[in-house]
């Protein structure tokens, strides 16, 4: 499995932005997808993560009532929209996918820049 993530780039306080994530390969193996960040000196953290059927949601408590992960199963796409985005959401921004059948691989993408500034 191969995932692409592209929408980043740098925005003012406020603003919003829409993060793509495009998955290839073995697709039909991958379960929960999501959306994790990662800030310079700081640890990868999640930010969003939705089930393969786009059915159930869960969103770290930061980003709850700004952010919304959506997925498109038949296009192998997910998709990260984000509003009322502050300075502390500067990261890169990395793409992610489990396997469904044991040993769950993971997979990540490249990750993408989101500057936020103030």
């Known amino acids: 499995v191969q995932l692409v993530e592209s929408g980043g780039g740098l925005v003012q306080a406020g603003g919003s932005l829409r993060l793509s994530c495009a998955a290839s390969g073995n697709t039909y193996s991958i379960n929960v997808m999501g959306w994790y960040r990662q800030a310079p000196g700081k640890q990868r953290e999640l930010v969003a993560t939705?089930?393969?059927?786009?059915?159930?949601?869960n969103y770290a408590d930061s980003v709850k009532g700004r952010f919304t992960i959506s997925r498109d199963t038949a296009k192998n796409m997910m998709y990260l929209q984000m509003n009322s985005l502050k300075p502390e959401d500067t990261a890169v921004y990395y793409c992610?996918?489990?396997?469904?059948?044991?040993?769950?691989?993971?997979?990540w993408g490249q990750g993408t820049q989101v500057t936020v500034s103030s």
């Open positions: 992610h996918a489990q396997g469904r059948v044991p040993p769950f691989p993971n997979y």
């Open positions: 939705i089930t393969s059927a786009g059915g159930i949601t």
